[in-house]
């Protein structure tokens, strides 16, 4: 990785979301305000000694809408800007800030500078605002450097209430509060008090011998099938047998378990067989999968499904999207799903 000696150039994406809005003082509605005109609501950036520039998503959208296309237009301006930025700050709807940040954490292969989303659940024309904080201490991570000149932090991250997340370790876990993001399975890779405190050891570092790649590709075809006790075979016939499905994120019990309904394995079986790949993430919030531990789990075994260990639902949906993008054959694809590629998952 090149060392930098000369003034950091930051770009600032703005997407969309609470963060860029300003309330109407004559609707009361919250609309988006002009971002160009950013240094009008924080004048603070201007002390900073950066090149702050913008790019402006037009319209801007609520994360709801954010769909592929919107992932694939976010790695274009990254990769377009690669050189020519020091790092890269999103700003985004908190709603689907963690499955974005999982897309790009894969989509922008073998990243080597950091690319930080961050958003606010109050809009930044307003008087408590988190948005300002939030965008701040984004905008410093994004231009911190170590000692060599190179970036402290070469990750798709998400920044959120004095916590710096690894992206793929993230979800949004409350609709109110400022702290509204958890890494359960990953330590944070920074937190911000009265200094930005920098987790060295949790920080992934990039392959300096291969570049940035970026990958614009991903298919859709990705169901999650959630299960819960009574759950009827009709549904999961249903499900697995949607057309054109390719991939399902099953959401299990515990460590992974599931019923031992026979119907239950011969429906897994039928769709395995079918070739679509079944990848077990556990209905906790915190903690892995250990498919084998308990009974309940050998006969997902028997029928092909795969571990997804540790992962968070938005990142398993990411990472099938990301892989089945690159039409792999079955065996490979299987392989890169049980295999950490950006610090997804703790084998
Ligand atoms: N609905 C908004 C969005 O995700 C909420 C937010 O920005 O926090 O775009």
Redesign the pocket.
């Given at each position: 990785m090149e060392s930098i000696t000369r003034k950091p150039r930051i770009l600032l994406i703005y997407t969309?979301?609470?963060?860029g809005m300003v309330r109407n003082a004559e609707t009361g509605a919250l609309e988006n305000f002009n971002f160009g005109r950013l240094l009008e609501q924080v004048p603070e950036l201007r002390r900073f000694d950066f090149e702050i520039r913008t790019h402006t998503f037009e319209p801007p959208?609520?994360?709801?809408d954010m769909d592929l296309t919107h992932w694939a237009r976010l790695v274009r301006i990254i990769s377009e800007g690669y050189e020519d930025y020091d790092g890269f700050v999103v700003l985004?709807?908190?709603?689907?800030?963690a499955y974005t940040a999982s897309a790009l954490s894969f989509m922008l292969e073998n990243v080597g500078k950091p690319v930080i989303l961050t958003?606010?659940?109050l809009p930044i024309g307003q008087l408590r605002t988190d948005g300002k904080e939030n965008l701040i201490s984004a905008i410093e991570i994004a231009a911190a450097r170590r000692p060599d000149g190179t970036p402290m932090v070469p990750e798709v991250c998400i920044y959120f209430k004095e916590k710096l997340m690894r992206g793929n370790r993230t979800t949004k876990i409350n609709s109110e509060q400022f702290n509204?993001f958890r890494s359960f399975n990953y330590p944070c890779l920074a937190t911000a008090g009265i200094e930005i405190r920098y987790n060295q050891a949790a920080i992934r570092r990039p392959n300096n011998d291969k570049p940035m790649i970026p990958h614009y590709e991903v298919d859709p075809n990705v169901v999650v099938l959630s299960l819960f006790p009574g759950i009827q075979r009709s549904l999961v016939h249903a499900v697995l047998n949607i057309p054109g499905l390719k991939a399902v994120v099953l959401r299990t019990f515990g460590a992974g378990n599931a019923p031992q309904l026979r119907w239950f394995k011969e429906e897994l079986k039928a769709a395995s067989e079918q070739g679509i790949l079944i990848v077990n993430i556990t209905q906790c919030q915190s903690g892995s999968v250990h498919m084998g531990l308990y009974e309940t789990s050998l006969p997902l075994l028997d029928v092909g499904v795969v571990s997804g260990y540790d992962s968070t639902p938005e990142c398993a949906i990411a990472k099938l999207m990301f892989l089945l993008g690159q039409h792999l054959p079955p065996e490979q694809l299987r392989e890169m799903m049980n295999s950490n590629l950006a610090g997804e998952i703790t084998i």
């Open positions: 969309g979301g609470t963060i959208i609520d994360s709801s985004h709807g908190t709603d689907t800030m958003g606010s659940q509204a």
